[in-house]
């Protein structure tokens, strides 16, 4: 047993090592810093509408989105007691490495321009989405995989993730800011079939490794409030211009109200222990970031934002008492984190909000910020029910993407 944990360290090193040189030197031969100053570079196939945005507000989106990167999903992984603190650690090892690569296949698709991939502020908002979606695949296998798999599975989800992104967001111009589709959609399903990939007939033996002791309550509030503060600068940190950031982070915020008062009506009902709460109120947050993502920047109005928030916090509770019981029994999938009833379904009944939205955009409702959100339909290329088809074609798109790559990960 200890040749074999030393032979897992050195393993993880040596892997580490390739990983971080290879990565240094695609860095060098491709990677430049885009000059903020030079319009010059501005071509067709860079992504220059956020150069429109004054540089001090990008810097603090950055900084949002890092720190819900690193805290706000870091600290929901510290909650099985036989890992702990090392689940955190992981959880930063996968965010250093996932953001690297992000850049590098990110800025290959988007910005890759003369030879050369340039990057700004912008740029690292983008890796970071990416990686949140690698951390809610994690949490469908945590426990059940070691740090090599989970860097073998940040590499191939990484990739994925960014083709599957640039086919929705490019090739079929689909409209997902926040990532309903290619940030939660993705990361459960595509972690969800890993899982069933990896499932074992004797599970009953992983269960003491899946066990949650007293750590979680510390983490769980910290990692709730970061959910709480954060998430309207995450959904909103990808939008086009700034006529469409408030709609973006008030669409947010009342949906957010909403799901975590919908925990509240059936948490009394369904559990008599209150110290669950608060591990489902963070539950509520996250439900609500997945169905916000693709509506945010429409017009949902607040009574659209509170009602699809109060739909969103009612998801995770009936999920965690009815559904996942029947996904372990009878599809053998199992679910560490819970990440179908909070990213996965929560997550396609986004992308049902944002179709039916997009159905009933009109020129009158949004006026100069149609452009912004539904560019093609501003331009007549499309009209607003041949991007709805697109919007609602891009659910079973990312479905299927999530599932086939899953089972190659796996």
Known sequence: MPE???????????????????????FSAFVRYDPESGSSLCSPQLNC????????????????????ALLGFGLLVAFLSRYGLGSVAISILLVAFAI?????????????????IYVGAQSMVNADFCTAAVLISTGAVL??????????????????FTLNEYILLRLMGVSDSGGSLTIHTFGAYFGLTVSRILHQLHVH???????????????????????????????????????TEPWALLNTYFSL?????????????????????????QDAALANAAVMGMAGEMMVTPF???TAGFLAGLIPPLGFRFLMPILHSRLKTQDTCGVHNVHGLPGILGGFLGTLLTALATADAYGDRLELVFPLVAQGSRTASDQAFYQLCALPTTLLFAMLGGCLTG
Request: hydrophobic share 45%.
């Open 4 to 26: 074999n944990s030393s032979n897992s360290r050195l393993q993880l090193s040596g892997l580490c090592f390739l990983l971080q040189i290879l990565t240094i030197i695609l």
């Open 49 to 68: 509408s956020w150069r429109n945005q004054d540089l001090d507000s990008r810097q603090p989106r950055f900084r949002d989105v890092h720190l819900q």
């Open 100 to 116: 690297q690569w992000a850049v590098l296949i990110q800025g290959f698709l988007y910005s890759f321009w003369n030879g050369k």
């Open 143 to 160: 426990g059940r995989v070691n740090p090599i798999q989970m860097l073998l599975l940040t590499l191939l989800g990484v990739t994925l």
């Open 205 to 243: 033996k992983r269960k003491k490794q899946e066990d949650t002791g007293h750590q979680p309550d510390f983490f769980t509030v910290f990692g709730t409030i970061y959910l709480w503060i954060f998430w309207p600068s995450f959904t909103s940190a990808t939008a086009v211009d700034a006529k």
């Open 257 to 281: 109200a909403a799901s975590t008062m919908a925990t509240f009506v059936l948490l009394p009902v369904l559990h008599e222990e209150s110290s669950l709460w608060m591990v489902q109120i």
């Open 304 to 306: 659209g934002a509170l």
